[in-house]
């Protein structure tokens, strides 16, 4: 049976990749380690990690080096999704196979594809193994909360929702009506709506790491009742947020950036095609971390 009670922090891992695109696998390490001294509920390998840039043998490397890692410490999601249903299913089988706590899946990325395509494609994964899933509505890959509702209520092991397709606050609102407690809701995106989104009944935030440690401790004000506390904290890093809150290619250089000033990674490049920030952005972003005394941790 799937465990339907993940909550709290999940911050998607960033892919540490050297000049030439090579993954540095002991800044992985570092990075599930970093991960865990902020106290972090759970990571996930996702887009974000850049997963859709790896070849079939790393995504099991790195898998296995993060499950290796943190050694059940934490939970930890992976990405599964693919074009085809066959496979996302085989994806899925070597996520278990691997050690995966729990993974997580977009509809395919393909244009005008019908809503009871999607359904079937849903059904067929989570018929294939007892991991519970999170369906993943994002900007170009869009499942409504009917949807949503409707695919939690059908199996049991789509449990979860990671829901980022903005606004996403009335999102969270209608799937929760919807869904009730079929299905416990995450925010991600970034952290766009992190406050928003909990007070509408998030389960967990799956966002950027590279500031994993502030986005704990704001979690942690919320739910001890301690709203204003929390929404001062986050907004008082709202600068340094939408700083990797820019377009995909930048986001990956900004965040690692950010990742190798904590002393974390050793090198911050994405793997490219990733279009790079202008040299005032890393400007910005020096006088930032400097004014905001992000440190390491």
């Avoid at 000049?19 to 990571?43: C, M, N, P, S, T």
């Avoid at 043998?57 to 939970?75: C, F, P, T, W």
């Avoid at 090198?267 to 440190?295: C, H, M, N, Q, T």
Wanted: charged share 20%; glycine share 8%.
């Amino acid at each position: 049976m799937a465990d339907h009670h993940f909550s709290g922090v999940f911050p998607i891992l960033q892919m540490p990749f050297n000049k030439a695109g090579q993954i540095i696998f002991e800044d992985l390490r570092a990075e599930a380690e970093y991960a865990i001294r902020g106290g972090v509920h759970g990571v996930g390998i996702a887009y974000g990690s850049e997963v859709n840039k790896l070849d079939d043998h790393e995504r099991d490397e790195v898998l296995s080096a993060v499950v290796d890692q943190v050694n059940g410490r934490i939970k930890v999601v992976m990405n599964t999704g693919a074009p085809s249903t066959v496979q996302t299913i085989h994806y899925t089988r070597v996520a278990k196979v691997l050690g995966a706590d729990a993974v997580m899946i977009a509809p395919p990325a393909i244009i005008g594809i019908p809503t009871p395509l999607v359904r079937q494609h849903f059904i067929d994964v989570a018929e294939s193994s007892d991991l519970p899933i999170y369906m993943q509505d994002m900007t170009g890959a869009v499942m409504s909360p009917t949807l949503l509702a409707d695919l939690a209520r059908a199996n049991e092991n789509l449990c979860y929702a990671k829901i980022e397709t903005l606004p996403t606050p009335n999102r969270f609102t209608e799937t929760g009506q919807l869904a009730g407690n079929k299905l416990s809701m995450f925010g991600g995106a970034n952290g766009v709506f992190f406050i928003e989104e909990m007070r509408r009944g998030a389960s967990g935030t799956m966002q950027g790491i590279a500031l994993c440690d502030i986005v704990r401790k704001t979690w942690d004000h919320f739910q001890a009742g301690e709203e204003i506390a929390a929404e001062s904290l986050w907004n008082h890093y709202q600068p340094l947020v939408k700083l990797y809150t820019l377009g995909e290619g930048q986001l990956y250089w900004i965040a690692k950036e950010i990742l190798k000033r904590r002393g974390i990674f050793s090198e911050a490049y994405p793997r490219l095609p990733a279009v790079k920030p202008d040299v005032g952005i890393f400007s910005e972003l020096d006088s930032l971390i400097e004014r905001l005394g992000v440190a390491p941790i």
